[in-house]
């Protein structure tokens, strides 16, 4: 705590230095501001130090030490004085007391004396100020609560709150400072929220809807009366009386481009109808949150009034059935390019220029949509894939605010991620399968081994399973059942085996056919291989 200040005033030098010089005031909380020898110097002092105490002679040269103490009242200053003189200044000293004096000593005195009386009214200051320092906070306190008060008010009349009390009277109690019979609601939405993909950074989540609402404040309170609130997460909302100096489509505007310049952000605006109470604000807002609605269809950074929606426009485009099976068909098959080509035909049919079906109806439609595509996965992934893409639409129904190309990037985003899953599961799936049927081959290398009856062995079509086989093997079939047969007729040369007894366990019932076939994969006969090798 800062220490209280003290002024000396007297026409006798050796007083003041006795009380100014010789004391320690700092040890008791006290700082010298200032001294005075005479009533006008002192009159200079207290205007310049605005000093907590002043020790005064009651009687000076040029101005009173009583005349001082008026003047002080007059000019509303906070010094407390303490008087000195002598017995027979007694007159002076009652005046002094009913002018509101703290003290008065009699000359001569003592430096205790005139310490006691200072730490007096020391203490009665402090004790006074801490009662202004209490009372100012249960005045803030007060204040908040109220401010608090009709911002719930307010804010409960927007969402029709049952517990709250719709009369004029509660608007008037609250002190709201608006023409409760003119009034106009508006809807704004941050336009950082439309992007699929893109969030806010945790901080910014509640700094920028702050430092927007206060934009918003600062606007309207330069045109109109009107409060702006936070509605929820994403939504402010502003009730206010329609601007007399301008038009209300003016008033928005200037609220979106302030938005804009002064924050880096951008907002979306939907405008009510007229609201003629309380009662009426509910509906105000509704229909301002129905025009906003309509950013689904912009970029955003606009405004939108519900007077000018089109209700020969809302009915939503009808389902494309068959396209759907389409692209239903080509998610099993992982075929994400053609996906990708039916989603935007889709899309294409769904030609919206020129007219803006309700909102809540398109999503609707892309919300089925998304789920068919979802169910048609999950026959042909696994079950952690399944999660996966179960999160992935969680997260996308917790973005409320996706425009209608953010819809169709996340579609699309969708179906490229199920087609990933798909192609995972083919691959395994296929490589599975030629596994078994390379294991297959090796148990019947004696029979007549066809692509037929290979492809049949592991239930894939024979023009699939050659494509696939090739892929995963490097050769095809009939090369990889040659290089199998060689090497196991290599084996049984070295054991000793016959050459027509190997070709009929190789399944080769011509041995010259055999023997050829030997040469032209190992480079000598039958024959010669194992002589060269039984040396």
């Known amino acids: 705590m800062n220490p209280l200040t003290l002024c000396v005033m007297d026409d006798i030098q050796t007083v003041v230095k ?27 002092l207290l205007l310049e130090k605005d000093p907590d105490i002043v020790i005064s002679d009651i009687r000076m040269p ?81 204040m908040a609560s109220h401010a608090q008060l009709r911002q719930d008010y307010l804010t409960a009349l927007l969402r029709q709150e049952n517990h709250i009390s719709l009369s004029d009277s509660r608007w008037q109690e609250l002190g709201i400072d608006l023409d409760a019979g003119n009034l106009l609601v508006m ?18 989540s509640e700094i920028i809807p702050f430092a927007i609402k206060n934009i918003l404040d600062e606007t309207l309170k330069m045109h109109t009366h009107g409060v702006v609130l936070r509605e929820s997460r994403q939504r402010l909302a502003a009730i206010f009386n329609p601007p007399e ?69 809302r009915a939503a485009p009808d389902y494309p059935e068959e396209k759907v099976k389409e692209l239903l068909y080509a998610l099993k098959s992982g075929n994400e390019e053609g996906c990708h080509e039916i989603i935007g035909e889709i899309f294409r049919q769904w030609n919206i220029s020129g007219r803006y079906p309700d909102p809540l109806s398109m999503v609707r439609l892309l919300s089925g949509l998304t789920f068919a595509m979802y169910r048609a996965f999950c026959d042909e992934i696994t079950e952690e894939e399944r999660i996966q893409l179960e999160a992935d639409l969680t997260a996308l129904e917790e973005n409320r605010s996706l425009t209608f190309g953010g819809w169709k990037s996340y579609i699309n985003h969708f179906a490229s991620m199920g087609c990933e899953f798909v192609d995972s599961k083919q691959f395994r799936d296929v490589t599975q399968s030629i596994n078994r049927a390379r294991e297959y081959i090796r148990l ?60 009929l366990m190789l399944g080769y019932e011509d041995r010259p056919y055999f023997s050829g076939l030997f040469k032209k994969y190992c480079g000598l006969t039958p024959t010669a291989f194992r002589q060269k090798y039984l040396k």
């Open 18 to 44: 006795g009380i100014a010089s010789t004391i320690p005031w700092a040890d008791h909380g006290m700082e010298v501001a200032g001294t005075a020898g005479n009533g006008e110097q002192g009159w200079e």
């Open 62 to 142: 040029k101005l009173s030490g009583l005349e001082l103490m008026r003047r002080a009242a007059e000019a509303k200053l906070r010094a407390k004085f303490i008087f000195i003189s002598g017995y027979s200044d007694f007159s002076y000293a009652q005046e002094a007391i009913k002018l509101g004096a703290s003290d008065y000593l009699l000359k001569p005195f003592t430096q205790p004396e005139i310490v006691a009386a200072v730490l007096k009214v020391k203490q009665t200051i402090e004790e006074e100020r801490a009662r202004a320092e209490q009372i100012q906070q249960m005045e803030q306190k007060m």
């Open 187 to 204: 809807a704004i939405e941050l336009d950082c929220y439309t992007e699929y993909g893109y969030t806010l950074h945790l901080d910014d």
């Open 245 to 313: 100096a301008m038009d209300t489509v003016e008033l928005l505007e200037l609220c979106r481009e302030n938005v804009e310049k002064y924050s880096k952000n951008t907002v979306s605006i939907g405008l009510g109808t007229a609201a003629r109470g309380p009662r009426e604000i509910r509906a105000s807002f509704v229909h301002a949150a129905k025009a906003l609605a309509y950013r689904f269809y912009s970029e955003g950074n606009c405004i939108f009034r519900f007077t000018e929606l089109d209700p020969e426009n």
């Open 444 to 503: 019947h290398l004696e029979e007549n081994l066809t692509l037929n009856s290979c492809a049949q062995a592991v239930h894939l079509s024979p023009s699939y399973f050659a494509g696939a086989f090739k892929k995963e093997t490097g050769m095809t079939l009939i090369q990889y059942i040659t290089k199998l047969r060689m090497e196991r007729a290599k084996e049984l040369l070295i054991a000793g085996a016959q050459v027509q007894e190997i070709s």
